[in-house]
């Protein structure tokens, strides 16, 4: 797991806020999202030596809205992923109402209890395994899959919106 967060090595705090970004703006230029501030995700220094990148708050054309955080560490090789947290609140005409994607601190996990990475649906207290990715593969994720397919009804999957795969 430590070997898959150590391939993810950032340039920088800065350019990768720019890069996410752009990744919204794709998602807006696609009609899945409403414009944003331009301006999110903000960085800030955060204790501990950390810095964050944080959206308090993207909403998709629907009506859902998204919510994130990402903290990085500084080391010698680069900036590394120590922690996020993805809360997507989906549109009240779903019968699911959120889905939470956590990566917890090494320090924090109990991993035989609690995966360090792992996802939430609805308001389960449920861990469930999710694997560890890049936080922007984890956006293109929501956005294009989860956001249009989770908790609709039998025929109402995507909504009518454009996804990435064809049915």
């Not at 944003?36 to 859902?64: H, K, M, Y």
């Not at 990402?70 to 009240?92: A, D, N, T, V, Y």
Request: hydrophobic share 35%; charged share 25%; glycine share 8%.
């Amino acid at each position: 797991m430590e070997t898959a967060l150590g391939a993810m090595l950032i340039e920088s705090p800065a350019l990768f806020g720019r890069h996410l970004r752009q990744d919204l703006s794709r998602q807006i230029d696609s009609g899945r999202m409403k414009r944003t501030d331009d301006r999110i995700p903000q960085l800030a220094a955060v204790p501990g030596g950390l810095n964050e990148l944080e959206c308090p708050g993207a909403e998709f054309a629907d009506g859902g809205r998204l919510l994130f955080d990402i903290q990085l560490e500084e080391s010698q090789r680069g900036w590394l992923i120590k922690r996020f947290r993805f809360h997507l609140h989906l549109p009240p005409s779903r019968n699911i109402k959120m889905v939470r994607i956590h990566l917890n601190p090494e320090t924090w996990h109990d991993p035989v209890r609690i995966p360090r990475c792992h996802l939430h649906v609805g308001d389960s207290s449920a861990h469930i395994p999710f694997p560890i990715m890049n936080p922007r593969l984890i956006l293109s994720l929501i956005c294009e899959h989860i956001e249009p397919d989770f908790g609709g009804f039998a025929g109402q999957s995507g909504a009518g919106r454009k996804t990435r795969h064809k049915p």
